[in-house]
């Protein structure tokens, strides 16, 4: 079966970094879309950084110019940089593989989620 499995999460305080990684097993890695998503208490599950199997991205408006997402197929792994972290980008992080549209994708698959936290 397919897995995915986040690390890298934890405490930092406002304005620090972190690198969350994503790294995939039994999946066509370089076949697959790749996303972070984020859910923070009492919200929605919502989308923070994307990269095609192309290698196109996009960012939620929140993280724009402080988070980077990145992919090394060679390595089945997906990263997501934060710079620049602020409280409100507290969640618990989730990376997320799939086919097609993520609305409606021809195949997903999850990972466990990493709890991220910022101090003020």
């Known amino acids: 079966q397919a897995q995915l499995v986040e690390s890298g999460g934890g405490l930092v305080q406002a304005g620090g970094s972190l690198r969350l990684s994503c790294a995939a097993s039994?999946?066509?890695?370089?076949?697959?879309?790749l996303g972070w998503y984020r859910q923070a208490p009492g919200k929605q599950r919502k989308l923070v950084a994307a990269?095609?199997?192309?290698?196109?991205?996009n960012y939620a408006d929140s993280v724009k110019a402080r988070f980077s997402i990145s992919r090394d197929d060679a390595k089945n792994t997906v990263y997501l940089q934060m710079n620049s972290l602020k409280p409100e980008d507290t969640a618990v992080y989730y990376c997320?593989?799939?086919?097609?549209?993520?609305?409606?994708?021809?195949?997903?698959?999850w990972g466990q989620g990493t709890q991220v936290t910022v101090a003020s």
């Open positions: 039994r999946i066509g890695f370089s076949a697959y879309n």
């Open positions: 997320r593989a799939y086919y097609g549209s993520p609305i409606s994708p021809i195949n997903t698959y």
């Open positions: 990269i095609t199997s192309d290698g196109s991205t």
